[in-house]
């Protein structure tokens, strides 16, 4: 077995441009028909309007009330709770589709929508470098897509670093799943930052990192004085205030976490490992199918509040279209893979894809030697 350290690789891999299959021509055609023929836009609808409405109302509601109202701890901490459960949902609705350049057709609504990361402790340009560069082209491949980089605490993937530790890490890793958006807080930015800009990373046209830099800790300073420094001045004790930070981001982070890891970290779907001359077997777009999975499609509330990231397989072969059409995209992509006879992963059920995760996890902590 090839094994590659948990660092990223500079050296980017190329996939094969020879689709003889024509799944993706074939495909294209299909999905492109359907929003001509029924003469509708790509990008968002009013949908996507109502539910950035109702996902900052359920954001931002408890924060005003904690500030303003006196109240018991357990129930500041229960909004709080409510909090980091509407600060996930804009990340995979409202902030997710604007930065993929889904939400609108108009790119400035898009910019800002897309800026709503940054109430969510987060950065545009490294969540853009690292999500839409790294993790939507290198999908699933250890070295290149940072998603499945988690130090060497948590062991992804058959080709990183087996140590004695990850016999438990099925028990261990639900906790730490939590510490996702706490992180981008505090550390992650800075250090993503530094690397992205030392690689020469970007989307779209290059900035200054004289820009980047100070965008990022202006944003971090305005971001600690909205949710530390302005509840203790309204009078809110600063421990219940730091100890209600951290449980919104908590609960964020395990929202966010296990939505992540059910569409790419199961037994189902592949990590595949460049060729020595850092080629890849598939193309990119097949590559899609072998290395993403789906879950719970048909569940209305989760179609609902993770923004189509159940539908992970139509999200990565068309990120620049929103969310709100993958249901019906679905049809065309699970009817040409089956025709080409190109693997569709699917979990009819979250319960499902939660074990599926569960049981990898568990697989993935046996030693390699020994299994």
């Known amino acids: 077995m090839r094994i590659i350290q948990n660092h990223m690789n500079t050296t980017a891999p190329t996939f094969s441009n020879q689709d003889n299959l024509k799944f993706f021509r074939t495909l294209n055609s299909r999905v492109n028909n359907y929003f001509k023929e029924n003469n509708i836009p790509k990008t968002g609808n009013w949908k996507i309007h109502l539910k950035t409405i109702i996902l900052f109302t359920i954001f931002l509601t408890p924060y005003f009330l904690i500030l303003t109202l006196e109240m018991s701890i357990w129930l500041q901490l229960l909004l709080n709770i409510l909090m980091g459960i509407g600060m996930a949902g804009i990340g995979m609705n409202v902030m997710h589709d604007g930065n993929h350049g889904a939400y609108s057709s108009k790119s400035w609504i898009n910019k800002f929508m897309g800026g709503s990361i940054y109430i969510l402790a987060g950065n545009v340009y490294n969540w853009q470098v690292q999500h ?45 799943y939590g510490l996702l958006t706490f992180n981008w807080s505090l550390t992650t930015d800075f250090k993503q930052m530094r690397a992205y800009l030392k690689r020469k990373l970007s989307y779209g046209t290059p900035q200054s990192p004289t820009r980047l830099w100070t965008v990022l800790v202006i944003t971090k300073i305005i971001y600690a004085l909205i949710w530390v420094v302005l509840p203790i001045a309204f009078g809110v004790i600063w421990w219940k205030v730091l100890l209600g930070f951290f449980v919104m981001h908590y609960a964020a982070g395990l929202i966010l976490s296990i939505v992540f890891q059910l569409a790419h970290v199961v037994e189902e779907t592949d990590n595949p490992v460049p060729n020595d001359n850092g080629e890849m077997e598939n193309t990119w777009a097949i590559h899609q199918l072998y290395t993403t999975a789906n879950f719970a499609p048909k569940n209305k509330i989760v179609n609902w509040f993770t923004g189509g990231l159940n539908h992970q397989i139509e999200h990565h072969l068309y990120p620049h279209i929103s969310h709100v059409h993958y249901g019906k995209i679905a049809e065309f992509v699970k009817q040409t893979a089956h025709e080409c006879n190109l693997p569709y992963h699917e979990f009819k059920t979250m319960r499902s894809a939660v074990v599926a995760h569960y049981k990898h996890l568990k697989d993935l902590g046996q030693n390699p030697q020994i299994a």
């Not at 897509?145 to 993937?157: C, K, P, S, V």
């Open 132 to 176: 839409n560069v790294l993790h939507h082209t290198y999908t699933n491949i250890l070295g290149h897509d940072e998603d499945l980089d988690a130090g060497r605490i948590i062991r992804f993937t058959q080709n990183a670093e087996w140590r004695k530790f990850h016999k438990f890490q099925h028990y261990y890793s639900f906790f730490l």
